[in-house]
């Protein structure tokens, strides 16, 4: 009560000094008062202080990492099938913290780091798997895209932009950016555009993998902080890549054709002869890729050699689709019955439904890409129509739905009725 009478020029802040009526307003302890301001800067201060004693790089402690079987089921929560390569990735991120934890020893043996590179077709996980696996990690993580890459002096971002990522993940703290990982995606564009010598420079293909060999191999980088040329006077940041691993992802459209043409030509000639058409309708046949039919791809050798960890992800089957559907802990089915569950609407879909999505993802041969979009197009409808009525307690996604020859079920207060014509 003695506060509430004391004039607002005789209370001050117990931190800045300043009176009652000079700040926004002041919050009122035991024995003093802060200010508006000083408290919010009392937060950064915490809140910074906090996210330094978290996560260091430098703090690890080998009993506590994740074990490669504990890494590869964290990936099982999110990823469906795929076990080889969650195996790889699993080995590859256990064996980096090793790396990071080793100590300068008697017999001088230095632990040399595996860079990866995935080969995939679209929709197989490449990405999802990054992802999945930069939410277990201790050490900054960060996903780059090759696309945008050229060689210096041209227009496009310079090779050294992709550690400006991980410098910003690590909140500048280069240390810590030093024994980070970096997932370079979309890595089969930039291959050599052709084996014939051209006028023009290849400055987004093989100028760009000539210029990733120093990243790669392990040497002293100078990073822009601000990322690109708009800023010329900024100050650069030298960083060590010597420890940083480095994870490559690509599509590699057309590889198939490079490995039925060697898998052909080992055996054409005589009655054991492969036939022609023999691995035409091997879907998995990315799983037989090796260093050479990659370098017939485009990438340069000395590229190739700076990766020595190559491996296929599988196609996606049909069974797999249904699951990738249903089972992740994010899965797309599982988000529309999150959505509907807003407007206390329970969302189901029977087994005729998935397997028909299922069908025509598979047409589409897009992977799991194409679930969203095929959902999405028989989904639209549904969410248009639910909130209009507060009686809708069910709704059942059929097949008949998915073919276009019925609708969904509605259940409203204990009946069914159709609620939507078929899907035209």
């Known amino acids: 009560m003695e506060d509430s009478k004391t004039p607002r020029n005789k209370r001050k802040c117990s931190f800045c000094g300043r009176s009652e009526n000079e700040v926004g307003f002041l919050i009122t302890g035991m024995n003093g008062c802060i200010c508006d301001s000083c408290s919010e800067q009392a937060y950064e201060i915490t809140k910074e202080a906090l996210h330094q004693s978290k996560g260091k790089a430098e703090e690890l402690n080998l009993k506590e990492l994740p074990k490669p079987q504990q890494i590869k089921e964290f990936l099982d929560e999110y990823v469906i099938g795929q076990d080889d390569a969650k195996r790889y990735l699993s080995v590859a991120v256990y064996n980096h913290y090793k790396r990071l934890l080793q100590k300068a020893d008697e017999d001088d043996v230095e ?22 696996i930069a939410k277990l990690l201790h050490v900054p993580f960060t996903i780059v895209d090759a696309t945008v890459l050229t ?22 703290n280069v240390p810590e950016a030093e024994k980070g990982i970096v997932f370079i995606d979309e890595i089969d ?15 987004s293909g093989e100028g760009v993998q000539q210029g990733l060999l120093k990243l790669l191999e392990g040497s002293i980088v100078n990073v822009p902080p601000q990322g690109g040329r708009k800023h010329p006077e900024q100050k ?18 057309d590889l198939e054709d490079i490995i039925k043409e060697r898998l052909n030509h080992q055996g054409s000639i005589g009655f054991t002869a492969d036939l022609k058409d023999k691995y035409d309708n091997d879907s998995n046949l990315c799983q037989q890729v090796t260093v050479d039919d990659l370098r017939n791809y485009g990438m340069i050798p000395e590229f190739l050699g700076r990766l020595p960890v190559v491996f296929a992800l599988e196609s996606l089957t049909k069974p797999m689709l249904i699951e990738i559907m249903r089972e992740p802990k994010n899965a797309i089915l599982k988000q529309y019955e999150k959505l509907l569950e807003l407007d206390e609407v329970k969302l189901e879909f029977d087994d005729a439904a998935l397997n028909a999505i299922a069908d025509k993802a598979m047409e589409k041969k897009t992977g799991a890409r194409a679930l969203r979009s095929i959902i999405e197009d028989y989904m639209l409808d549904i969410m248009y129509e639910i909130p209009k009525d507060n009686n809708i307690g069910k709704v059942v996604i059929t097949g008949d739905y998915i073919l276009k020859k019925g609708a969904p079920v509605i259940q409203m207060r204990g009946y069914e009725t159709p609620l939507i014509e078929s899907h035209e």
């Not at 632990?111 to 999945?132: D, H």
Request: aromatic share 6%.
């Open 189 to 203: 564009k930039i291959a050599r555009k052709g084996d014939n010598p051209s006028i023009t420079r290849d400055v």
């Open 236 to 253: 650069l940041i030298p960083v060590n890549t010597k420890n940083i691993l480095f994870i490559c992802g690509g599509a590699f459209p």
């Open 111 to 132: 632990i040399e780091k595996s860079n990866i590179i995935m080969v995939g077709s679209t929709g197989t996980g490449k990405t999802l798997l990054a992802r999945t």
């Open 151 to 172: 060689e210096a002096g041209y227009v496009g971002e310079d090779i050294e932009s992709l550690l400006t990522r991980l410098l910003q993940v690590a909140d500048y």
